[in-house]
């Protein structure tokens, strides 16, 4: 079945570490998402990327990080320099073009810093 | 500014009927989701409306008015496990990305 694979679900992180979150799509979608949900807020986008070998920020990227080497995957970096990581993190695709550009989500990493 | 508007919590009994408001103002209007997300999962999709009226799927229809800025989502014949978190998105047409509002959490009773 397609899907969007996350790992890992869950991630404990120490202060001043750099974690990698997986996202694998086989949905043949053009575009991939990094949101990031805390309790009582909305999803709020971190980057996205069209295509291959591009992407834009969103609109909290300070201290994420992201690379779009491959069609099918989309990692994120939270560096050390994010103040305050501690989230569920959702990965999402969509195929681009005409419509209404469902997106599709992971099942979503929950990161704790230590 | 872009502002999306629901309530944060809402509460009803298995098989009664719950109406979820959503209101926004957005640099422009290219459609709006309803996403269900049970906690700790993933949202899934439920419905899209980018004409005004009423969109019906099943148990679940959803509402658009683009001049007042307003959707709903309604929800019939309330079973247990429609508990969860319900979300309200809307693409701006001027920059083409999704604003999510901070969603609905639903209580089903008994």
């Known amino acids: 079945d397609g899907g969007i694979t996350q790992s890992p679900k869950y991630l404990f992180r120490k202060e001043g570490q750099n974690v990698t979150l997986s996202c694998e799509q086989n949905l043949n979608h053009d575009a991939m998402y990094w949101y990031r949900q805390d309790p009582g807020q909305g999803l709020r986008l971190i980057y996205y990327?069209?295509?291959?070998?591009?992407?834009q920020k969103g609109d909290i990227a300070e201290g994420y990080s992201v690379s779009r080497e491959k069609k099918e995957s989309f990692p994120l970096t939270v560096t050390s320099a994010q103040k305050n990581p501690t989230a569920f993190y959702l990965c999402a695709s969509t195929r681009e073009g005409r419509g209404a550009n469902v997106l599709t989500f992971g099942a979503g990493s929950r990161l704790t810093v230590l | 500014g872009q502002n999306i508007d629901q309530p944060t919590e809402m509460t009803a009994t298995e098989g009664a009927i719950v109406q979820i408001n959503c209101t926004y103002q957005t640099s422009g209007f290219n459609g709006l989701f309803w996403y269900q997300q049970h906690a700790g999962e993933a949202p899934t999709f439920l419905s899209y409306?980018?004409?005004?009226g009423l969109e019906e799927k099943g148990r679940f229809s959803s509402f658009l008015s683009r001049s007042k800025g307003y959707s709903y989502l309604l929800l019939k014949e309330l079973q247990m496990k429609d508990s969860a978190s319900y979300l309200c998105a809307v693409r701006s047409s001027n920059t083409g990305k999704l604003i999510f509002g901070q969603g609905t959490t639903l209580q089903v009773k008994p």
């Open positions: 990327s069209q295509i291959v070998n591009d992407f």
């Open positions: 409306n980018v004409l005004d």
